[in-house]
């Protein structure tokens, strides 16, 4: 393994111990479970929201539980998946900081041909739950697979890594569509751009907690272009999410009763802006996290505007 400068002692360590991992797993499976992030379930949940969103305004009522249960372990293995990817992909930048240092593969509790190994066995479990939808959400889900792939790159080569972890992150927003209908409708469309736009805000903020050492290893984010100015850049892009959930919505053909609802959850997105911190990294993780509770509330506007059109 390439050997590594010392940690950068300026943030901190987000491999924790004595979690449900450390208490619970057996002793041999921990740095895999580590490795998938499992101990950390905001990256399965923003993952696999827009597929909630998607499947729950594509139905007629409420959403098949099943499909439900599908799209969550789905989102969990891919999430996992794409989290292996990342760290192979930033295995001697990780070494070099210490919130990454001890990460499973830069500390050398997993060799990068396990690595490689686990990501091939998590990449077999995703298509054995993708193959339980039909073939149009089958086919529209293998082409994210590039996405996935060349996502950890990017932050070598753009100051915009957070555009393609948008288009990646929301492509549940057209497998979810297609796995009700068979198809991918404007709606469906309209929503994952909504979704792009979400993610440019959310991991903006994300992003800023590793300003400081992506200026001394020489990676970029969307956090060192826009600096001070991200609460009005977030601001710019959770406008344009909800304006766009609201034509998905119309688009969708929703009962009325959407549009105050996601109203309503669009203030969380406005209280992220108004209460962030840039230079306070454990803000900035918590208004990241709190993205789960807007996507949640947004879920919740679509099944009750389903409900409200059935009943009407």
Known sequence: ??????????????MPKDGWIDRFAPVATRPYLKLARLDRPIGTWLLLLPCWWSTAMASDDTPSILMMVYFAIGALIMRGAGCVVNDLADRNFDGKVERTATRPIPSGQVKVWQAFAFLGLLLLIGLAILVQFR???????????PLIITYPFMKRITYWPQAVLGLTFNWGALVGWA???????????????????WTLGYDTIYAHQDKEDD???GVKSLALRLGDATPQW????YTVTTLLLGVSGLLAGLHWVYFPLLALACLHLAWQVATVKLDDAANCLKRFKSNRDFGL??????????LMEVAS
Not at 135 to 145: D, K, N, P, R, T
């Open 179 to 197: 796995a009700v209908t068979g198809s991918v409708a404007p709606a469906a469309i309209v929503m994952y751009i909504a979704g792009f736009f």
């Open 297 to 306: 509330l947004v879920l919740v506007a679509i099944i009750v505007a389903n």
């Open 135 to 145: 073939i149009e959400a089958i086919i529209v889900g293998i082409c994210s697979l």
């Open 234 to 237: 977030a601001m710019g892009f």
């Open 215 to 217: 200026i001394k290893i």
């Open 1 to 14: 393994m390439t050997q590594v400068n010392q940690p950068i002692q300026n943030t901190k360590n987000d």
